[in-house]
């Protein structure tokens, strides 16, 4: 009776339990599954695990099922009768033996031909992509076209890309799980991850993430893979080679939207001018929605003027950690290259969208925007949660409005 107890008591939480994963299992929208690869190697890791599953599916019956065989046919009779006594089988120690052995040759066989063809060399002609991983962001470098931009990475469809995994503090996991498996992105050693993304594939955007712990902002060091046409990839290429450019424009650094800058050069010299990822097309999966701190604001209604923000940038703090291709001032390599970030889709490595509302806070406090942060606290009288001070005029500390013209800058540079 006691073991009835317990299972009545037990019952409610199974009922949940089980209720919450049917639920799940019927949701019509899984856009990190693993289980809808779009690219060769995705589908080589889904078909062995279709394999394993199907053979350990049948081994878990088989073995049940011998089980259930032996409660019932020597379950528990008369005390009075003994059973009969044997001192082992050499038979039946051979067959348990062979027989897990030649389960296993089937479960080795195709897992060590994936391994093989799976850590092969990329194919020649692939794309070459260098993965840096940061603490807590991803720097993209193109060598054969001279880009680098972070926490973005355009691909095109039906060419194999090629990765080569650096991490610049500790270990990484780069993982976009709807196009490919996961890589350690590890110091002092290089790995390796290629995938031809699927020809067939319509423009879309792919979640990524890190898949190995990391520190504080683990949870927030996300990217953004752009799977394009051949075209559309050779336009973007073009353009993101382009020194950044802009127009002395205004933009309202308390709403999502910014001043459209005057281009320059590249869409003469790209084929079919410039390439940006129609905002139309970004699934609703892939735009992140993280309120901003609370206790964080900013003036409502300043409008930012990027000449003064150009100027501010280019003679403050920020020009030791980032690049801006065309500023002279800003060489600093420690944070992400800005050259083209007024194009970019997030920022904070996929935390928030890149409107120049956040922007804005994120510049006044990243590190209240996104815990552990290399970049410094810039807003006059904010509190740095790591430093433990407010910051100054005489520690370079910046109002709302100069904030607000920086924006207007950044935005510009698209």
């Known amino acids: 009776m006691k073991g009835l107890d317990r299972l009545r008591r037990l019952s409610p939480f199974v009922l949940t339990a089980a209720l919450a994963i049917i639920i799940g299992a019927c949701s019509g929208s899984h856009p990190n599954t693993t289980f809808t690869p779009h690219s060769d190697l995705g589908r080589d890791i889904d078909a062995l695990w279709d394999r394993l599953l199907l053979l350990g599916t049948i081994v878990f019956v088989l073995v ?78 193109y060598p054969e ?28 996991s780069f993982w976009a799980p709807q196009l490919g498996g996961k890589r350690d992105v590890v110091t002092n050693r290089t790995n390796f991850l290629w995938y031809t993304p699927d020809s067939s594939m319509e423009t879309s955007v792919w979640n990524g993430f890190c898949a190995e712990y990391c520190g504080t902002s683990h949870a927030n060091m996300k990217f953004r893979v752009f799977t394009v046409k051949p075209d559309e990839f050779v336009r973007w290429a073009g353009w993101q080679k382009t020194q950044a450019a802009f127009g002395a424009k205004t933009a309202t650094a308390t709403t999502a939207a910014s001043s459209t800058p005057e281009m320059m050069t590249a869409a003469a010299t790209t084929t079919g001018g410039p390439y940006i990822f129609p905002k139309e097309k970004i699934p609703a999966y892939t735009v992140p929605a993280t309120p901003p701190p609370r206790g964080l604001t900013f003036t409502a209604g300043l409008t930012g003027n990027a000449g003064r923000g150009q100027q501010i940038f280019s003679t403050g703090a920020c020009i030791g ?32 969208p890149n409107a120049a509302a956040y922007l804005a806070l994120w510049i006044k406090n990243a590190r209240v925007m996104k815990p ?43």
């Open 64 to 141: 049940e099922a011998a089980l259930i065989f032996v409660i019932i046919r020597y379950r528990h009779r008369d005390s009075n009768e003994r059973p009969p006594q044997t001192h082992g089988s050499t038979k039946l120690e051979i067959l348990w033996t062979l027989i897990p052995a030649v389960i296993l040759v089937f479960i080795a066989i195709p897992t060590v031909r994936t391994i093989f063809k799976t850590q092969a060399n990329a194919p020649h002609g692939s794309l070459n992509i260098e993965v840096i991983g940061h603490q807590w962001w991803w720097e993209f470098k």
């Open 145 to 172: 076209y001279g880009i680098t931009t972070a926490n973005e990475v355009y691909v095109p469809t039906g060419r194999t890309v090629n990765f080569t995994l650096h991490s610049a503090d500790v270990i990484h």
């Open 321 to 352: 950690c980032h690049v801006i291709a065309g500023n002279p001032s800003a060489m600093g390599v420690l944070g992400p290259n800005l050259t083209h970030i007024g194009s970019r889709t997030t920022i904070a490595a996929g935390r928030y």
């Open 372 to 414: 552990g942060v290399l970049m410094p606290t810039l807003g006059l009288d904010e509190y740095d949660p790591i430093l433990k001070t407010k910051v100054t005029t005489a520690s370079g500390g910046l109002t709302d409005q100069q904030i607000a013209d920086v924006v207007a800058y950044l935005t510009a540079l698209k």
